[in-house]
C-alpha cells in the first residue's frame, strides 16, 4: 500500500544519504539516530499533550527508516547485523510511539480505557512482527494479515497530528481501537497460516520413507 510512499521520500532524501556517506556516516548509525530521535519525540512531547509538535519530531527521523536502508544497498553494506540492528530498532520506536499515548492518556488525555487500548496496540505490534520473524525462522511463510508496519505507523500518526490540530483526541480513539482490531487479525492469520504449513510439513514427513502407508 505504501510503497509509492515509500519510494517518493527515498528520491527526496537520496542527496542527504550521498552526503552522509561522504561524511562516512554508516547506514547503522543513521538507524541508531533515528530511533533516538523518534524516541524522544514520542516521549518527550506526547505525555505532554503536545501532540502536534511530537508527530512532526517523530516524522522528521522516521525518515532515517528509509534513508538507511537506501545507504545499505548504495555501499553493500546489506549485512546480516544490519538487518537485526534495523528490526530490533523498530520494536524500540514503535514502542516509544505507542507507549507515549498511553502516557498521554495517563495525563492530560486523561482516559484510562484509552491507555490500555496503547498498551494492548504496543504489545500486539510486537507480536505482529514477532509472529512473522519466528515463522520465516522455521522456514514458513507468515506475510499475511491487515497490520504492516508501515501502515500502523503512518496511521497512528497522521491521526494523532490532526488530533493536536483540531483538539480531538476521538481522532486517536479510532485509530487506536481499528489497529488494536488489525493487529489481532494479523496474529491470529499468521498463526493459521503457520498451523496449516506446520502440519502439511508433519504430513509430508509421515508420508515419506518409512512413514505410514495407505
Request: glycine letters at 12%; a neutral charge.
Given at each position: ?48 499533550g ?45 514502542g516509544?510511539?505507542?507507549g ?14 484509552h ?17 512473522r ?20 505507523l ?45 502440519r502439511?510439513?508433519e ?12
Amino acid at each position: 500500500m505504501l510503497e509509492r510512499f515509500r519510494d517518493f521520500w527515498t528520491n527526496v532524501w537520496k542527496p542527504v544519504a550521498h552526503l552522509l556517506i561522504r561524511l562516512g556516516v554508516t547506514p547503522n548509525m543513521v538507524t541508531f539516530v533515528g530511533t533516538a530521535g523518534v524516541c524522544a519525540g514520542a516521549l518527550g512531547f506526547f505525555p505532554r499533550g503536545e501532540l502536534l509538535v511530537g508527530v512532526l519530531v517523530v516524522t522528521a527521523f522516521v525518515f532515517s527508516d528509509l534513508m538507511d536502508g537506501y545507504m545499505a544497498r548504495l555501499t553493500g553494506r546489506t549485512g546480516k547485523f544490519g538487518s537485526y540492528w534495523d528490526s530490533t530498532l523498530d520494536r524500540i520506536g514503535d514502542g516509544a510511539v505507542f507507549g507515549g499515548l498511553a502516557l498521554y492518556f495517563a495525563g492530560p488525555g486523561d482516559s484510562y480505557l484509552h491507555l490500555c487500548v496503547s498498551l494492548y496496540c504496543l504489545v500486539m505490534g510486537a507480536v505482529t512482527s514477532y509472529a512473522r520473524a519466528k515463522a520465516e525462522s522455521l522456514g514458513f511463510d507468515a506475510k499475511g494479515g491487515l497490520a504492516e508496519r508501515a501502515d500502523r505507523l503512518v496511521a497512528i500518526l497522521v491521526m494523532t497530528g490532526f488530533a493536536g490540530i483540531f483538539d480531538l483526541d476521538l481522532l486517536i480513539y479510532v485509530t487506536l481501537w481499528a489497529l488494536a482490531a488489525a493487529n489481532t487479525q494479523t496474529v491470529v492469520v499468521r498463526s493459521l497460516m503457520v498451523a496449516r504449513q506446520a502440519r502439511a510439513e508433519e504430513a509430508a514427513a509421515g508420508a515419506g520413507p518409512g512413514g505410514p502407508t495407505a
